[in-house]
């Protein structure tokens, strides 16, 4: 399973703001936030936008304005936040370019991804968008290669 793009910006976008509140600077403009996480301004807006929708930032018009968390953001779900920003088709698409000849059928492939995705989102439930805001703030004294197992 690869998470999108949009996801994986929104991520990052709740936890650069997590870093700016820890070090009392809640507030950041979009153009900040493209900066900080390397995203082109037009795609953070969008990511901003989607989770002002979800009523996990606020966005505040104005010359003294920015993007913050809202209060109750860094108690919200990993995986319950994945599920909403992640669009909802299946791993794969049985139906296209050309109908799978088992799509007429009960088939086990087909269930087993469904489930396999939703064991995914399952594993990401217990992680806390504070967890990551507050591993995004630790100190680090090497950098952690991609695709290795994570200890704090």
Not at 93 to 116: I, N, T
Request: net charge negative.
């Amino acid at each position: 399973m690869q998470l999108t793009r949009f996801s994986d910006l929104a991520l990052r976008t709740l936890m650069r703001l997590g870093e700016a509140s820890a070090v009392d600077a809640p507030r950041m403009t979009v153009a900040d936030l493209a900066e900080a996480i390397e995203a082109p301004d037009t795609h953070v807006a969008k990511v901003v936008s989607r989770l002002a929708k979800l009523g996990v930032v606020r966005s505040v018009r104005g010359r003294s304005g920015g993007v913050l968390l809202v209060e109750t953001a860094p108690t919200l779900s990993v995986g319950l936040l994945l599920r909403e920003l992640e669009p909802a088709t299946p791993v794969i698409d049985c139906s296209a370019p050309s109908p799978c000849p088992y799509l007429e059928g009960d088939c086990l492939l087909r269930h087993r991804l469904a489930a396999a995705t939703e064991a995914f989102y399952r594993s990401l439930d217990d992680l806390r968008v504070a967890d990551l805001i507050a591993d995004a703030v630790r100190p680090r004294e090497i950098p952690v290669p991609l695709g290795l197992p994570h200890t704090p």
